[in-house]
C-alpha cells in the first residue's frame, strides 16, 4: 500500500495531465522541493529541453537536458540553497512581459528555496529552523514564522517573476492541500503578520537571533494576495494526499479488506495520535484497514534519532502491546523521516518480543526520542532510498479477520 500511495505521486505518472501545450516563446522553469528534480524531468519529457533552475534535496537530483537542476540541504538550509536562490532570483529578473514562467514547487521548498531577508544572515536563520523543529510546533506554525523572514517565500518568487506569466504546478505536502502552506507558498501572496510570527516563537518558546526579532518587530515586508505582482500567477495542485490515500485504499479492497479512512490531514503530536488509532485498531474487527495521511510532529525530549514516522510507529507498538493480528506501517512518502535517510518503520505483533531478544528497550527509545535506532536494532526500518516525490506521512493498520 505504501508502494502504491509513492507510485501514483511520482510526477512521471502525474505531471502530464496538468502540463499545458508548451507556450510559444521564451519559457523559463524554475522550482523547489524533493519532487522538484523529478518534476523537471517529467516536463522536459513532453516539452523537450528547456531553460530553468531547480533546487531539490541532496540525492534528490535526476537527469535534465536543458533545466539545470541544484542539490542543497534540508531541512536545515545550507548556503548551496541561499546561493541557488539568490541565482533563480536573477534569472526571475530577466523575464518580461511576453515570456512564460513554470514553477514547480513540492514539499520541501521551505528549507530549499532559501534566501533570507536584509539583515538576516543564514546561520542566524540556521539556528532558528533548528530550535522550530525541535519545539514540537505544527508544520504550518513553522513555515508561517518562515515566511516572514524570507525574500523568497510567501508569494516573493512570483512577484520577482512580474510581468511575465506564471504557471505554477504543486505537489501537497500539508494538512489541508493549502497551496500557501506548500514550500511556505513561494508563488501565493500571504496575509499573516509579523507580529503573529513574534507571538508564535514565543508560545513555542522559541528565542530568535536579535536580527530576526527586530526585522519582525518592524514589520516585516509582506507580499499580500492583492499584490498586483500576482496578477498574472496561476496556482495548480495536481498531486495531493488524499489521492495516494485512495489508491492505497482501492488496493485494500482489492485484497478483501474493508477500509477506513480517518483523514488526509490529521496533524498531533506522534504518540499521542498514535494512542488514538491503536484504541481504535483494538475495537476494529478485520479483515480491515484504517488509513490516515497529514503531518506527525515531535517535542525532542531526548537526543535520540527519530522522526514523527518511527515515532507513532514505536508508540503504536507499545500500545497494542503486541496484540495478535495486527501489523502498521508509518512512513514519509519523501523517503525521509525527519533528518533520517529513512522513511519510517513496521510494526507487528512480534515488535515487542523482537527487541526484547535484541535487548532493545521500547519505553527508554520512546522517552529519548531514539525510535529510528530502535528499528534498526530490530531490523523493521524502511529504507527506500529517494522515492522523488512528497505527499507527506503515509499511515496503515492492519487489522487480520
Sequence with gaps: MF????????????????????????????????????????????????EGLVITRYGYGRPCRGIEIVEAAHPVPD???????????????????????????????????????????????QALTQALLASGAP????????????????????????????????????????????????????????????AALDKWGVCPPASIKAFLEAGGDPVRPDDPRLARVENVIYAAPAQSLAAAAELARAQGYAVDILGDAIEGEAREVAAEHAALALKASGPRVILSGGELTVTRRGDGVGGPNAEYALALALALDGAPGIHAIACDTDGVDG????????????????????????????????AHSFFYKIDRQVVPGPTLTNVNDFRAILIEG
Design 3 to 50: 508502494d502504491r500511495a509513492v507510485a501514483v505521486a511520482d510526477p512521471m505518472q502525474s505531471l502530464a495531465a496538468a502540463l499545458p501545450p508548451k507556450p510559444e516563446g521564451r519559457v523559463v522553469v524554475i522550482g523547489a522541493g524533493k519532487a522538484s528534480a523529478r518534476m523537471a524531468e517529467a516536463v522536459e519529457a513532453e516539452w523537450g529541453p528547456c
Design 139 to 198: 508544520i504550518g506554525t513553522i513555515n508561517g514564522i518562515r515566511k516572514e523572514i524570507s525574500a523568497v517565500k510567501g508569494g516573493r518568487l512570483a512577484a520577482a517573476a512580474y510581468p511575465a506569466r506564471m504557471l505554477a504546478l504543486l505537489i501537497s505536502d500539508v494538512p489541508g492541500d493549502d497551496p500557501g502552506d506548500i514550500a511556505s507558498g513561494p508563488t501565493v501572496g500571504h496575509d499573516g503578520s509579523a507580529g503573529r510570527a513574534l
Design 79 to 125: 548556503m548551496a540553497g541561499v546561493e541557488a536562490t539568490r541565482r533563480m532570483l536573477d534569472l526571475l529578473g530577466t523575464v518580461g512581459e511576453g515570456d512564460f514562467v513554470l514553477a514547480l514547487i513540492s514539499g520541501g521548498g521551505s528549507a530549499l528555496l532559501c534566501a533570507p531577508a536584509a539583515g538576516i544572515t543564514l546561520d542566524e536563520k
Design 339 to 370: 533528518a533520517a535517510e529513512v522513511a519510517g518503520a513496521v510494526i507487528g505483533p512480534d515488535t515487542l518480543s523482537r527487541a526484547q531478544a535484541a535487548g532493545a528497550d521500547p519505553a527508554q527509545a520512546l522517552a529519548i526520542n531514539d
